[in-house]
């Protein structure tokens, strides 16, 4: 009878230790990158999850993803800035506000947009021109 007692209380433990693991955010390791869905030249983390893709947008196709960690008031992180210029692309910014980032590769752009929680990599449809506001409306 004990012994069962003694069972009960450690299933009931590990049970607590693995939903308390499970909500904590995790910082992301920004080392390991993926093509975006809608441009596979642009780097994206590996442990962000594409939550919503729109291409019904007359003006931008976009892809959301979902990034726990990501605050929308911090910059982003140094190392996907750099991961973002190894990869060609540099930053234009005269187009950039303080939660999109504009980036271009050769003569196409990107706008990467930070959100609490997820990012949204938006391109514009031919795919060669920075929308002309500085803001998309998603909604």
């Known amino acids: 009878m004990r012994r069962n007692k003694w069972l009960a209380l450690l299933v009931l433990f590990s ?36 939550t919503d893709r729109a291409s019904s947008n007359s003006d931008m196709d976009y892809v959301r993803y979902a990034l726990p960690a990501l605050k929308e008031s ?12 190894a990869w060609g692309w540099t ?14 590769k050769n003569k196409h752009m990107v706008h990467l947009s930070v959100h609490d929680g997820s990012f949204t ?6 795919g060669k021109t920075a929308v002309k506001s500085k803001s998309v409306d998603l909604n």
Do not use: H, M
């Open 121 to 126: 990599v938006l391109v514009p449809k031919d």
């Open 91 to 104: 930053e234009e910014p005269n187009l950039s506000t303080s939660n999109q980032r504009v980036f271009q």
């Open 74 to 85: 911090d910059s982003l992180p140094a190392p996907y800035l750099e991961e973002i210029a």
């Open 15 to 50: 049970v607590a230790v693995a939903i308390l693991t499970g909500c904590v955010e995790e910082e992301p390791s920004w080392t390991s990158f993926e093509g975006a869905a809608n441009e596979k030249t642009f780097p994206v983390p590996k442990e962000a999850s594409k």
